[in-house]
């Protein structure tokens, strides 16, 4: 967790014959690390473990479809919930929520499913390779 300290200006003490006062002890605040960006719409690749790859397209209407390379698509709504990214398939199956990890040097991003530990690699619409 990333702390920010402020420290707040110290008062100059006047020279002269002046009695000197004591400057005020400099401000320090601690704040909580503000939660993960959310998750905007866009085209998302999506790298699994096992080296094969999706993508998840989120829509500004707060729906999700994911395709696999197969073809194979899952569609549901998705919501950011408390940091997290969060999909909701549709039908029985129960919701997914993943912790989204801070970006890399290239513009990736991990992705790790609260309910098994499963983790992919995500490559972002601003980060993806034209084409």
Same mark, same amino acid.
């Given at each position: ?7 707040? $200006? ?5 020279a002269c014959s002046q009695k000197a006062e =004591?400057?005020? $002890?400099? =401000?320090?605040?601690?704040?909580? %690390?503000? /939660?993960?960006?959310?998750?905007? *719409? ?26 696999? &390379?197969?073809?194979? @698509? @899952?569609?549901? /709504?998705?919501?950011?919930? @408390?940091?997290? /990214? +969060?999909?909701? *398939?549709?039908? &029985?199956? *129960? =919701? @997914? +929520? ?5 970006l890399a040097e290239d513009g990736t991003f991990? /992705? ?11 490559? *972002?619409? #601003? %980060?993806?390779? #034209?084409?």
């Amino acid at each position: 967790m990333k702390k920010t300290i402020l420290i707040g $200006a110290v008062a100059l003490l006047s020279a002269c014959s002046q009695k000197a006062e =004591e400057a005020p $002890a400099p =401000e320090v605040t601690d704040t909580v %690390a503000e /939660a993960p960006a959310p998750t905007p *719409p866009g085209t998302y690749t999506v790298k699994m473990s096992d080296g094969t790859m999706g993508k998840t397209v989120i829509n500004e209407d707060g729906t999700y479809v994911d395709s696999d &390379d197969k073809g194979t @698509e @899952e569609k549901g /709504a998705f919501a950011n919930k @408390e940091g997290k /990214a +969060c999909f909701d *398939p549709e039908g &029985d199956k *129960p =919701e @997914e +929520c993943w912790t989204l990890s801070p970006l890399a040097e290239d513009g990736t991003f991990t /992705a790790t499913k609260d309910s098994d530990q499963t983790v992919v690699t995500v490559t *972002p619409p #601003a %980060a993806s390779p #034209a084409g």
